[in-house]
């Protein structure tokens, strides 16, 4: 008798103590739910926050771009060429290195040589800035063929040149600055598809400095120094 009323007692205990145990263990997982939850979007909120940084400064690098469209476009030349069986349209720009203007496009506008075709060297050049309407006719300086090597350029010269873009490295955002027709000046994103007399055209960085020229590939502005620095 005593057996049973001692098991009796101990049953009444643990089926008293029993919610306690359940309402303890369930409130310490839901605590422990509450804050991950928390701390997962603390680091989502610090991403979309990072992002939005970045997109701003992508956007007032942009803007920067935008504000001095025009200024960098004046530097951009509508070019032509010809010889006695061909002729071409193309795009130039002026540089200036060392203290000295430089007209630049690439080797293929110069001289456009592949495997069914071969023009021979433009005997007569002439080049028109963006948003004028004065013809300058330069003198050829060096050129060099080789648009699948990224190694393509024409380098000239004329007194009539009186500003350009400067040279600088890449950086986060880089642009074409292309003529799409005779009169029409762009500025996209690099992409592997050129538009028709595209070649020649300058591409920029973000501070509007150019880096080299759009070619078959893109011709590094380092190519065009050096041949510069080589000239005698």
């Known amino acids: 008798m005593k057996k049973i009323l001692i098991l009796l007692i101990l049953g009444i205990f643990l089926i008293g103590c029993s919610p306690q145990i359940v309402a303890d263990t369930t409130e310490t997982v ?14 989502k909120i610090e991403e979309l926050e990072g992002k939005l ?33 061909w002729e071409a349209d193309f795009t130039a720009f002026s540089m200036e290195y060392k203290d000295k203007y430089f007209l630049v496009t690439a080797g293929h506008c110069v001289h456009y040589k592949d495997k069914k075709i071969d023009t021979g060297i433009y005997t007569y050049f002439k080049f028109k800035a963006n948003f004028s309407d004065e013809w ?30 400067k040279t600088g490295e890449p ?4 642009m074409i600055l292309g003529s799409s027709d005779n009169n029409l000046n762009i500025a996209r994103s ?20 150019v880096i080299g020229i759009l070619t078959g590939g893109i011709t590094k502005i380092d190519k065009v120094l050096k041949a510069i620095d080589d000239l005698k």
Do not use: C, M, R, W
Request: aromatic share 10%.
């Open 171 to 174: 950086l986060g955002i880089n």
């Open 53 to 85: 940084s970045q997109s701003k400064e992508e956007i007032e690098k942009y803007q920067a771009l935008i504000n001095n469209l025009n200024e960098l476009l004046s530097n951009v030349y509508y070019g032509y060429a010809k010889n006695d069986k």
């Open 190 to 209: 690099i992409t592997k598809t050129n538009k028709n007399g595209e070649s020649g055209s300058p591409i920029v960085n973000e501070n509007g400095e």
């Open 136 to 165: 300058i006719y330069p003198k050829l300086l060096v050129y060099n063929i080789d648009k699948y090597a990224e190694d393509d350029y024409g380098i000239f010269t004329s007194d009539k040149i009186k500003s350009g873009f």
């Open 30 to 43: 839901t605590s422990i739910v509450t804050v991950t939850s928390i701390v997962e979007d603390t680091k």
